[in-house]
């Protein structure tokens, strides 16, 4: 409490009449009064580095799990077990180590893959589109005490008011299948609609995670009204975004300082490669792109 006291002390120039002392003669007054300080600081909200970055580590596809300055962890999509890109090392979902939250899409088993063992294993809140999250916990993939349902525009904080989870629009299909292990028989229920991310971090770094998602024009909009720093964007094709597309929803529409293509090359379908992404932004933009590989990690 005293560490804390000290630092907020050293930032802040107090006023003659609220100016305590320090030394060994601190009255019963003044120490109350510190101690109202400590309180209030601490009251603001968890002590993190200011120079703490956040943390995005892609497993292939969609699957990320970002770690916040503060050290939350938020795994999106977590389609890992069964993910023919994904670093062996993380087959294990024991790998991830803590998750705080894990946010889903869409309903489709390359995005929900690991959700419910995931889940499971962590007990972490399970966020997404709201009809999404009734159908998980009613075959029984989410514990209805974890699942959080919330819509398009809404915006929610369940790590703390520091950070803000937004869902946006996407423009995709989304539905569960769920395949019977033993008559193989598969049956398919309502996903909700399909839904992008972004999250505003302690630092106000604010990261877009797109999902699946075709070109569609409100794109511009968020843009303009949440200003992004980093766009996560598919870039495969066929069932999302190709690279021309993707490459025209960044420079004319979304304007992120950063990129990072994703949902590419998993399947043979998803054609679109980083290097055609890159030769569709062309040499003029502003963009820096970030073509990393599954497993690897940045800090912004």
């Known amino acids: ?87 062996d090392k993380w087959k294990n979902l024991d790998t991830l180590g803590k998750v705080d939250v894990i946010l889903v899409t869409h309903g489709h088993g390359d995005h929900v893959g690991d959700v419910a063992e995931l889940a499971r294993k962590t007990g972490a809140k399970v966020l997404g589109p709201a009809g999404l999250i009734a159908t998980l916990t009613d075959i029984g993939w989410v514990a209805p005490e974890q699942g959080v349902r919330f819509g398009k525009g809404g915006r929610v904080n369940p790590l703390g008011p520091q950070i803000t989870i937004t869902q946006v629009r996407a423009e995709h299909s989304s539905e569960v299948t769920v395949v019977d292990p033993t008559t193989k028989k598969s049956t398919t229920y309502p996903g909700g609609e399909p839904c992008g991310f972004i999250i505003e971090f302690e630092n106000k770094f604010k990261l877009y995670h797109m999902g699946d998602t075709g070109l569609f024009g409100d794109m511009r909009l968020i843009g303009e009204y949440y200003k992004p720093d980093l766009v996560m964007i598919p870039i495969g094709g066929h069932f999302v975004m190709d690279p021309r597309d993707a490459a025209y929803a960044t420079t004319q529409m979304i304007k992120p300082k950063y990129a990072i293509p994703f949902h590419y090359g998993t399947f043979p379908v998803l054609k679109g490669t980083p290097q055609e992404y890159q030769t569709a932004l062309g040499s003029g933009a502003s963009v820096q792109v970030f073509p990393i590989s599954p497993g690897d990690a940045l800090k912004f």
Request: glycine share 6%.
């Open 1 to 87: 409490m005293c560490t804390v006291v000290r630092e907020y002390l050293s930032r802040r120039v107090a006023p003659p009449e609220e100016r305590v002392s320090l030394g060994p003669d601190v009255g019963r007054r003044d120490f109350l009064r510190l101690a109202g300080t400590a309180a209030a600081v601490l009251a603001a909200g968890p002590v993190w580095a200011q120079d703490a970055k956040v943390e995005v580590h892609w497993l292939g596809q969609s699957a990320t799990k970002l770690t916040t300055p503060s050290g939350k962890v938020i795994v999106i999509d977590p389609f890992i077990t069964k993910n023919p890109k994904t670093p």
